[in-house]
């Protein structure tokens, strides 16, 4: 059966719009974005998909082909419920669309279907969010700015969905094009685009198929942490955030924390911030030794200094190294997820099955492995109702 005969099957009628936003993997500058970091991701070609139909009411009605749960809700009583499991991504985007003021004139039949690894590091959940602001913005005419699109998106995750995540995700979504990694200020909200033709060598995702939950994990307790090492800094040394310090204030810093565990979050957000630098003059340089060993001094540092790896994504890293790769690191916020790993595109088979066997022995669990091709941000696919 079709995404179309799904549609008609669910909703009892044809769909009239179709939609799809991408992923996103990190290349580097991990757990940043929220203290005002520079970040260099980019979207990737998979996708979550939307087919539309309006209503003649003011009732929201989601399904969904991967998940077995139909929600619906009512435009004018939007709230938060956690049985609403992934229907509050999209209910909470129009909750967030109407309390800006926009006018969404009626409800609509929504069948999304995805080929984005759920709980997997690679923002499904901004990539939903941004679709849902994106198809809304296209069938009502909102005219609403890709750029404004992410701010709203990571909004309603912060305040609605209780992630307080960065802007990192939403804006790599919105924002993305093809074959380019994207230089993200994540405090200013600048962005320039960078050409990612690596020749002979590429970026592969290794999903180590243990998921992960960001609201129930420890996500917001490293931003508490980092919240609160600002608040000891900000008035000796006269920030905003805490990537305005630079490495060489680490020593001093040190002393007035007198703390080790934030010690070593600030220690791991100050050294990120210098490697995002690194990483951009090694690119453009096309030092590829160089964007390696910047790769695994990041994977070492997120998994000492702000300790967000965990077993499993050590162990595809490591398998990943031994089977070749020049480096490698997770992508995302970690407790599960995905890694990221350069490779020579020519090793890639023999890569993905020395990486299959050393993580099935060390895990149990067979991960799946894809090279990166690097996409656009989201796309109208078929609007039957505008010219």
């Known amino acids: 059966m079709n995404l179309e005969e799904r549609f008609y099957q669910e ?37 979550i998909t939307a087919l539309v139909s309006k209503r003649n009411d003011n009732i929201i009605s989601i399904s969904s082909t991967e998940i077995d749960k139909h929600f619906e809700l009512n435009l004018s009583c939007i709230e938060y419920q956690k049985e609403y499991d992934w229907g509050n991504y999209v209910f909470g985007m129009f909750y967030t669309l109407l309390n800006e003021g926009y006018n ?7 069948l999304v279907s995805s080929d984005i690894p759920l709980a997997s590091g690679l923002s499904s959940s901004a990539a939903l969010l941004d679709l849902i602001c994106f198809l809304t913005n296209d069938i009502f005419n909102l005219k609403i700015e890709n750029r404004d699109i992410a701010i709203l998106a990571q909004k309603c995750e912060n305040d609605f969905c209780g992630l307080k995540s960065g802007i990192m995700d939403e804006a790599a979504i919105a924002l993305g094009k093809e074959n380019k990694c994207m230089l993200l200020d994540c405090a200013k909200f600048e962005y320039k685009y960078y050409n990612l033709e ?23 307790e490293r931003v508490e942490e980092c919240t609160k090492a600002l608040n000891i800094l900000k008035p000796i040394y006269d920030i905003e955030n805490l990537c305005d310090l630079s490495t060489t204030e680490l020593v001093n810093i040190k002393d007035y924390l007198n703390d080790d565990l934030l010690y070593r979050r600030v220690k791991h957000v100050i050294t990120e911030n210098n490697r995002v630098n690194e990483f951009i003059k090694a690119l453009q340089d096309r030092k590829i030794d160089h964007l390696a060993n910047i790769l695994n001094d990041s994977h070492l540092s997120l998994k000492n200094d702000y300790e967000v790896s965990g077993m499993h994504l050590d162990a595809i890293v490591e398998s990943a190294i031994h089977a070749g790769a020049l480096g490698s690191r997770m992508t995302g916020a970690g407790f599960g997820g995905c890694a990221i790993a350069l490779i020579k595109k020519s090793d890639f088979n023999g890569f993905k099955a020395k990486v299959e066997k050393e993580y099935f022995e060390k895990t149990n669990i067979i ?11 989201p796309k109208v696919l078929n609007n039957s109702k505008k010219p």
């Open 104 to 110: 969404i004139s009626c409800g609509l039949n929504i």
């Open 198 to 220: 690596l020749n002979d060598y590429s970026f592969v995702v290794l999903k180590t198929n243990k998921p992960r939950k960001l609201v129930e994990s420890k996500y917001n």
């Open 367 to 377: 991960p799946d492995i894809f090279v990166v091709k690097i996409a656009n941000g």
């Open 11 to 47: 909703f009892g009628i044809k769909s009239e719009y179709k939609y799809r936003a991408p992923a996103r993997i990190n290349l580097i500058g991990e757990h940043i974005d929220y203290n005002g970091g520079k970040v260099l991701p980019c979207a990737i070609s998979k996708y």
